[in-house]
């Protein structure tokens, strides 16, 4: 479907019988599931196109605490 | 009646939030959706570290080769259910958290003033676990942090 320039697009995601199971048996009420599932949803989307490696992830992880830590380490006191 | 449950306070590690990102770590994305629902958990995380994290947000899409529009409105949907703690909060461990870690020390510091309480890490072996344990904090990973909870 076009709408102006944007377009959009249904993306199929597969939500895993273990994410419904493993909630019910954590109590996740069933006003919260929808919740839960959409942001599955949304993440597994990004995921499935991300190129991100285990490696990448470690190194930005990395970067994104010592930049934080310079910021905060002069109130360590 | 049914008794209800303390609530566990969950420190967030930014490092779950990217390996959520990497398409292998289905698990990941599973036991942080379950998380973040969970209503007899609250997930905080230090506000200076995720602040840093979406300033790093372009060089996060160029790695993963996604869009900017596409990461911000993930993180912003996941950012709801996370509690986002000011450093007035946890400043005063921010000291007693460096007998711990270095880096990591505003994870450990908010953990800290939140007892009992989870770090949710991918990084365990940065957290002296022994010794936070003693201090009725636990560094566990998502998959574990599920598994404490059930």
Known sequence: MLCGRMVTETVPVEIPTEI????ERIGISREKMSALLRDFAVLDIMASSSKLTKREAEKLSREIKDSAWKRLRPYAH | ????????????????LIFSLVRSEGITRVSLAILLHDDNCEVTAPASVVEELIAHSQEICDKAAITRPLLEETLNRLLVDITLAPLSSYQRKLHE???????????AALALVRLPSMIITYNKRHFNSRRLRHRRVQALTPAEALRELR
């Open chain 2, 97 to 107: 958290a460096l007998q711990f870690v270095r880096a990591d020390a505003p994870f």
């Open chain 2, 1 to 16: 009646m049914e008794e209800a449950k303390a609530i566990r306070t969950l420190v967030l590690d930014t490092n779950v």
């Open chain 1, 20 to 23: 419904l199971q493993l909630a």
